[in-house]
């Protein structure tokens, strides 16, 4: 199944769960059943834009981006990000008006049934989502699916303090679990920008896909044959690595691609989704970096 298809089940799911929602908050006058009908609003917008940003993602190399279109999945993570932000600040504020105005809650055991089942249906959703962001290696399908998270961790917390109200008859408390909710739903949000952000710029591989690279380099290894100036980077769903390969000067060109070629497709099994780039230098050549001149 492609990103695509998982993030119009999502698209799908959320039209259903605002529905739901709505009418929780319809039912009950909870403002806390609002805030989480709202994060379900933001989530079908993270959604919609999340697709649109996979499909470009999808799109081969052209003139203009001849090294292709992957990073576009960073927008979404961003993208979702803000929205979340913004979802946290209306629902804040609505939960700090109905916390100096109390009101009644009308018909909570039609409003909590409600919400449990969309919250199951987005628990369901995510989970699913998030071993696809893995296999696909999708920052677009793992913002989506974190931000759904986001959504049953609300709703879980809305449920709890309103059974609370129900029980202790503090209608404040309604109030104040919206108030929390905000708070949790900001963190991920910020949590979202970020990681879309240390994409844009080109952030290095993880610690433990670095620690591949470099065993399956050691296979390689020999007095005469060394590798040094790795850099990884990671670009939506691709990853890259470029080093330098040092060889006996003597050898055949033909000889030397060889080995380069064993070594790029020996990277390239290890490592899932990876571009090896190698250069080829004699054994007694170094190569230069950050020279003073490349700063001006």
Known sequence: MQARSYLKLSVLVALVTIAMKTAAWWFTDSVALLSDALESLVNLAGAVFALAMVTLAA?????????????????????????????????????????????????????????????ALNGGLAWVMLKAARQHRSMALEADARHLMTDVWTSVGVVIGLIGVSLSGWLWLDAAVALAMAANIARE?????????????????????CAQIDATLAEFAHPTIRFDHLHTRRAGSRRYVDLHMHMPAGWTLGRAAALRTSVEQALMAAVPGLRASIQLLPSDVEAHFNDPRDLI
């Open 59 to 119: 799109r081969p190399p052209d003139e203009d981006h001849p090294y292709g279109h992957h990073k576009a999945e960073y927008f979404s993570g961003g993208f979702e990000g803000l929205l979340i932000l913004g979802a946290a600040l209306g629902i804040a504020w609505a939960a700090l008006n109905r916390l100096w105005n109390p009101q009644p809650l009308e018909q909570l055991g039609l409003g909590l049934v409600l919400a449990l089942v969309s919250s």
């Open 189 to 209: 949000g910020l949590h979202l920008m970020r990681a879309a952000v240390d994409g844009l710029m080109d952030r290095a591989l993880e610690p433990e896909l």
